[in-house]
Antibody, heavy 126, light 110 residues
Framework: QVQLQESGPGLVKPSETLSLTCAVS??????????WSWIRQPPGKGLEWIGY???????NYSPSLKSRVTISVDTSRNQFSLRLNSVTAADTAVYYC??????????????????WGQGTLVTVSS | QSALTQPASVSGSPGQSITISCTGT?????????VSWYQQHPGKAPKLMIYDVHIRPSGVSNRFSGSKSGNTASLTISGLQAEDEADYYC??????????FGVGTKVTVL
């Protein structure tokens, strides 16, 4: 089955750029009906949707993060990435890469997040 | 987009049933049947429990069920077991085609 694995620095300095990559195994990112997503969770807090990329490169971002976030896909490497610039301590969180299924037949659709990567903690600190 | 409203905590004794609510607006929960629920144990990634309001994925216990009325979705756990103790999050599609999560509910088995 499909597995996702996050990788990237665990420590980022304030004002710098957070960069993470998600390697996808057991399936292709170049598949209709899947949005490749990032979701984060600050320590002790709830989940926050960051956004997604489709294999064509089409993206959709959270309005609250849109000015700072870029999600891209590399179909040749079967992976997708997150960049979040101008980070502050408030961006400290566990970052999850997740596959969202978006399956529509006519006007009837289904949406769900599964599977999830194990998550990676990124701390913003000098 | 504001987070969906969930009770901070819900508790029950083994064998009992509990219900977790997830309240949004007509722009998210009330406008679409695209509500999903996730279970998260400490230190673990969330696990899909329900999608499209009431559909249970293969492998998820039939003790978990979902419903929706107006702007509020609900997750019911029947026959509560110790292993059900976890945090639960709802999520919804929105009219701006973004996604929003609930604030989360801690379920305690007494």
């Amino acid at each position: 089955q499909v597995q996702l694995q996050e990788s990237g620095p665990g420590l980022v300095k304030p004002s710098e750029t957070l960069s993470l990559t998600c390697a996808v195994s057991g399936g292709s990112v170049s598949t209709d009906n899947y949005y490749w997503s990032w979701i984060r969770q600050p320590p002790g807090k709830g989940l926050e949707w960051i956004g997604y990329v489709f294999y064509t490169g089409r993206t959709n971002y959270s309005p609250s993060l849109k000015s700072r976030v870029t999600i891209s896909v590399d179909t040749s490497r079967n992976q997708f990435s997150l960049r979040l610039n101008s980070v502050t301590a408030a961006d400290t969180a566990v970052y999850y890469c997740v596959r969202e299924t978006a399956y529509c037949v006519g006007d009837l659709c289904s949406y769900w997040f599964d599977p999830w990567g194990q998550g990676t903690l990124v701390t913003v600190s000098s | 987009q504001s987070a969906l409203t969930q009770p901070a905590s819900v508790s029950g004794s083994p064998g009992q049933s509990i219900t977790i609510s997830c309240t949004g607006t007509s722009s998210d929960v009330g406008g679409y049947n695209y509500v999903s629920w996730y279970q998260q144990h400490p230190g673990k990634a969330p696990k899909l429990m329900i999608y499209d309001v009431h559909i249970r994925p293969s492998g998820v216990s039939n003790r978990f069920s979902g419903s929706k009325s107006g702007n509020t979705a609900s997750l019911t756990i029947s026959g509560l077991q110790a292993e059900d103790e976890a945090d639960y999050y709802c999520s919804s599609f929105t009219n701006s085609r973004t996604r929003v999560f609930g604030v989360g509910t801690k379920v305690t088995v007494l």
